[in-house]
């Protein structure tokens, strides 16, 4: 990616925040380092299907295209439709959708029963509670036993939470982020 692409999806990242707080979660794009991290994280070689949850610009989705198995399936969630075309444009062997509540759905129009992998983006700290538990329902329903969640937050106000379902196996603290962010590694009980 050059410079002034960089440029110009910060620019459109701290836009859509500043009009969408709740739903876009940061003023800027998550880092190299941070995407890096949570993408380094996961066993590749046991994952086939894997789901993108707030792809956002595509900082996560790119280390993510790097590593898929050939013959698995991405499906990315972003609810903002600028974001989700320009993802579209630049992943178009992937499955796009709009709402990570629909996630069950979603994957099962594809034809596939369970996914191996949840890498997650989404402001959980920003939604309201029931929303919080209606999209942790779904990636609990959808993951297969064993599978891999991976998330970014910015508190540990998920820990909890997260506990119910999932064995957490480590918590990163990445600090070469705007603003500096944890990233739980878990496999779901």
Same mark, same amino acid.
């Given at each position: 990616? $050059? ?23 940061? !003023? ?6 941070? %995407? ?14 894997? !789901?993108?949850?707030? %792809?956002?610009?595509? %900082? ?16 990315? *969630? ?16 992937? &499955? *796009? ?9 979603? =994957? ?8 191996? @992998? ?7 700290? &920003? *939604? ?6 209606? =999209?942790?329902?779904? !990636? ?36 070469? $982020? ?7 590694? @878990?496999?779901?009980?």
């Amino acid at each position: 990616m $050059n410079k002034s692409m960089s440029v110009s999806e910060k620019y459109l990242f701290l836009s859509k925040f500043l009009r969408f707080p709740k739903q876009i979660g940061s !003023v800027t794009p998550s880092s190299k380092t941070l %995407a890096k991290k949570m993408v380094s994280s996961i066993p590749w070689g046991t994952v086939r299907h894997v !789901v993108e949850l707030g %792809a956002g610009t595509g %900082a996560i989705t790119h280390f993510i295209q790097e590593e898929v198995h050939s013959s698995g399936k991405v499906f990315v *969630f972003e609810k903002d439709p600028t974001l989700r075309q320009l993802l579209k444009e630049q992943y178009s062997e992937y &499955n *796009f959708f709009a709402d990570a509540i629909q996630l069950d759905e979603a =994957i099962r129009s594809k034809g596939i029963e369970q996914i191996d @992998c949840v890498i997650s983006g989404l402001p959980f700290a &920003n *939604f309201p509670q029931q929303l919080r538990d209606g =999209i942790m329902e779904q !990636v609990v329903q959808t993951l297969k036993p064993g599978g891999w969640f991976v998330a970014f937050q910015y508190s540990l106000q998920m820990k909890k939470q997260l506990e119910q379902h999932f064995s957490i196996i480590r918590i990163h603290y990445v600090m070469a $982020n705007f603003p500096p962010a944890f990233v739980y590694v @878990c496999q779901k009980k």
